[in-house]
């Protein structure tokens, strides 16, 4: 599986972005998908992820409710659409894939295939 990682950009505290990851392969629908992000000099930390389907979604507690993960599986492609953002979300964003036999998405070590990341700046 490759993942291709788009839609960061710079944008004003309050304002939102929408990343998309596509992904290539025949299995995208078997993957769990999950997106993590990194800010300067600090470990990535877990964003949110989403089940094989979609019927499931999980998020870090600090961002329920200003983010959003969904997957349309027939484009193979994951969203994220951040809202509210803050000065504090800039970081850079990389989405991920979980084989079926998985397991906590939370975990990033649990995940398989990895984008290269896609620069989010808010500024205040």
């Known amino acids: 599986v490759q993942l291709q990682a788009s839609g960061g950009g710079l944008v004003q505290a309050g304002g939102s972005l929408r990343l998309s990851c596509a992904a290539s392969g025949r299995a995208f629908s078997s993957y769990v998908m999950g997106w993590f992000r990194q800010a300067p000099r600090k470990e990535r930390e877990f964003v949110a992820a989403?089940?094989?389907?979609?019927?499931?979604?999980y998020y870090a507690d600090s961002l329920k409710g200003r983010f959003t993960i969904s997957r349309d599986i027939a484009k193979n492609t994951v969203y994220l659409q951040m809202n509210s953002l803050k000065p504090e979300d800039t970081g850079a964003y990389y989405c991920?894939?979980?084989?079926?036999?998985?397991?906590?998405?939370?975990?990033?070590?649990?995940?398989?295939?990895w984008g290269q990341g896609t620069q989010v700046t808010v500024s205040s």
């Open positions: 991920a894939a979980m084989m079926p036999s998985g397991g906590n998405y939370y975990h990033d070590h649990e995940y398989d295939y």
């Open positions: 989403i089940s094989a389907r979609g019927s499931r979604t």
